[in-house]
């Protein structure tokens, strides 16, 4: 009897196809067909490399861009110098940065070119991030770029020096879980909430071990931006990486991108990119199911980011946890919080209001967000509102389309492209004790400056809180 | 990457269980652009401990440390191994490791070994005014009061630590295959290569 293939999901293929040699112990040499390089994670693996003597094998499969340490505000005088970076430690990671990508031949988009922007947002933007390809950064929200039907995860500094030497990785498979959402998302619920509510079902740790695929009609008709924020919180609730199958969005988004295939190339690449979707008997080792009409627009109240609620919710009650451990965890997080159980959602006041990261940074997200601030004014008690486009490109388009203006009239301030208040590692922190409305993808303690309480939420409903100054359900603008 | 065989002399009798990462090296000390230099910041709010096992004379410039259960627990920084390499930190023996930890601590050169709770008491007791003995070869530790307890390693990790051998001398060593799989791409997925960089 002759014997046909066993069926593969998407995440088997791609990883078949990348094994350069498999070992005994269940190991695999993975090859990388695409490396992102930013300026914190990079600087002791260009040292190791220099140290032994080494090269970069593939410096034209690599890409390096600034984002983390780079201050948002002006970079450059009139004249078109570049400002000095403050932050002593800051500036050194970024001149580390400027001097290794031309010592080992790597191509730069440094902090004055137009392009430069977060590595999760450049990556796709740029077309170099394409199905069925592998890409690593010293980064874990490389899982975005699972978007594109990529196979992207987080990697650390030896692995990044390690693939800059070798181009591959030591790798374990992991196991597949399928994440299927059918049925009609309600008004008012975008990615974010979609990305939220799945957090919450797998739970923070749910996803370990497991690499996700999102399947189902809410993906399919979800535009390529909105898979990336979906895929991009794969990591928060543990899966090293999140999948979504390519097909026409994705082949329509990445045509005629800078960086994507031209010409017979384009052809011949569309051909074996439809190939890659899972087969239809392939077996995943775990499936979970959600049905999108029971999503509502969400936050995060706790300090995790499973911690989610619906906004017309309360803030819930630690005493009716069971588990001693996650009651008490729960309590500690509201103390840190500044809650009570039982508030209401929608009473909780914000200090500050971040629109960005690589969450939620991309032109669709801001479009969201100056749809609710647009002829409206950040309320008086909000001492920020900061919207900080995911790259220049996506500032220019906004820009282009009088976004900039809606969001300068409400109130808001318009900054340059990076990380800026996701991560406090650059001049774009909250204040200890105060609490800010983040369209970013962790709410852990410390995560937005020490002390800062971060509750998560899509652009639209942080604009709403930006006009409202509390939580707000974003329904009530429509 | 220094080949180890016998790493022999005092050890800190440390003990505690759960030393996470942040205890090994502060958050605030992650913004360094080199490996170098992070030892003096090692285990900083345990040395601000009077009487502290790291700041005694008696162990001064120990290559060995004997922790409590679930040592290098917490962030994955690999600025903790980097830290412990820096103070002069060749093994530590515990009975347990974070799995992060312990491959990042490898990845810079350094042993960790896996002993049951009750001998790690022993070797804490020992270390208190006598040197530990670890041998890779055979696997074992052993004080100068005759204890021999044996632990186990991953083959192919004792194998690149003995030969001082690190993973990314080990893969380029395998060139070949990696040379195959880029002929393959060139050859199937051309567009892989050409479309990396912008026109
Ligand atoms: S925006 Fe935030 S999560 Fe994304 S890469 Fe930057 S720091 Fe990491």
Redesign the pocket.
Same mark, same amino acid.
């Given at each position: 009897m002759a014997s046909t293939p066993a069926p593969r999901t998407l995440y088997q293929k791609i990883f078949d196809a990348h094994v350069v040699e498999q070992r005994d112990d269940g190991t695999a040499l993975l090859y990388i067909d695409r490396h992102l390089v930013?300026e914190v994670t990079s600087p002791q693996a260009f040292d190791g490399l220099a140290a032994a003597g080494r090269k970069v094998r593939r410096p034209d499969l690599t890409l390096a861009v600034p984002? &983390?340490n780079i201050p948002t505000t002006a970079r450059a005088d009139a004249q078109g110098n570049r400002l000095a970076v403050a932050d002593p430690q800051s500036a050194a990671q970024l001149d580390a940065l400027r001097r290794n990508a031309p010592l080992f031949g790597i191509e730069l988009i440094d902090d004055l070119a137009a392009e430069q922007g977060?590595?999760?947002v450049v990556g796709p933007e740029q077309g170099f991030t394409l199905p069925g390809t592998t890409v690593v950064c010293g980064?874990? &929200?490389t899982a975005?770029h699972g978007a594109l039907g990529a196979l992207g995860f987080g990697i650390g500094t030896s692995e990044v020096e390690h693939v800059l030497a070798t181009q591959t990785l030591l790798l374990k498979r992991s196991k597949s879980l399928e994440v299927r959402v059918d049925g009609e998302l309600g008004p008012g619920v975008t990615p974010k909430d979609v990305a939220l509510a799945i957090v919450a079902k797998l739970t923070a740790a749910g996803g370990a071990g497991y690499v996700a695929e999102y399947t189902g009609s809410v993906f399919r008709d979800m535009s390529i931006e909105g898979r990336l924020t979906v895929c @991009?919180m794969s990591i928060e609730a543990g899966a090293r990486a999140g999948l979504v199958a390519p097909d026409d969005k994705t082949f329509a988004y990445l045509q005629g991108k800078p960086r994507s295939p031209k010409g017979a190339d384009w052809d011949r690449a569309v051909a074996y990119w439809r190939t890659l979707a899972s087969d239809p008997r392939a077996v995943y080792d775990k499936v979970v199911t959600i049905d999108a009409a029971t999503i509502a627009p969400l936050v995060t109240w706790g300090t995790s980011p499973d911690d989610v609620v619906a906004i017309t919710g309360i803030v819930p009650d630690p005493a009716a946890l069971d588990d001693p451990a996650r009651r008490a965890a729960a309590e500690k997080s509201l103390a840190y919080m500044g809650l009570t159980a039982g508030q209401r959602m929608q009473d909780v006041t914000v200090d500050r209001i971040f629109i960005?990261?690589?969450?939620n940074?991309r032109i669709e997200d801001l479009r969201a967000a100056a749809a609710v601030a647009r002829g409206r004014h950040v309320a008086a008690g909000v001492k920020q509102a900061l919207v900080v486009p %995911?790259s220049g490109l996506v500032k220019r388009q906004a820009e282009a389309e009088g976004l900039d203006r809606i969001f300068l009239d409400a109130g808001f301030e318009w900054r340059e492209p %990076?990380?800026?208040m996701?991560?406090a590692?650059n001049p774009d922190k909250v204040p200890a004790g105060e609490r800010c409305a983040s369209t970013? @993808?962790?709410n852990f303690v410390g995560r937005q400056g020490p002390g800062s309480r971060t509750h998560l939420l899509s652009p639209a409903m942080a604009a709403a809180a930006a006009v409202t100054g509390r939580l707000t359900d974003v329904r009530e603008f429509a | 990457m220094r080949a180890i065989d016998i790493i022999a002399g005092k050890a800190y009798p440390l003990g505690r269980p759960n030393i996470d990462t942040d205890v090994i090296i502060p958050a605030h000390h992650l913004k360094t652009i080199t490996r170098e230099g992070l030892g003096q910041f090692a285990f900083e709010t345990l040395r601000a401990e009077p009487g502290n096992v790291f700041d005694d004379p008696a162990y001064a410039g120990a290559p060995i440390l004997i922790a409590g259960d679930n040592y290098g627990c917490g962030s994955s920084r690999e600025h903790a191994a980097w830290a412990m390499a820096d103070m002069g930190l060749q093994a530590v023996i515990a009975p347990s490791f974070s799995d992060i930890h312990a491959g990042n601590a490898f990845k810079n050169g350094i042993l960790t070994v896996v002993l049951p709770q009750d001998q790690v008491d022993r070797l804490l007791a020992v270390a208190k005014d006598q040197p530990i003995t670890i041998d890779l070869e055979n696997q074992t530790v052993t004080t100068p009061y005759q204890d021999r307890f044996r632990f186990e390693i991953d083959p192919f990790r004792k194998d690149c630590l003995l030969r001082g051998l690190d993973e990314i001398g080990i893969t380029m060593a395998m060139d070949d295959a990696i040379a195959t799989h880029e002929a393959k791409m060139h050859a199937e997925t051309p567009w892989i290569e050409g479309a990396a960089r912008a026109a």
């Open positions: 930013h984002d &983390h977060i590595v999760h980064d874990s &929200h975005s @991009n960005g990261s690589c969450t940074s %995911g %990076g990380c800026s996701c991560l590692m970013s @993808n962790r | -």
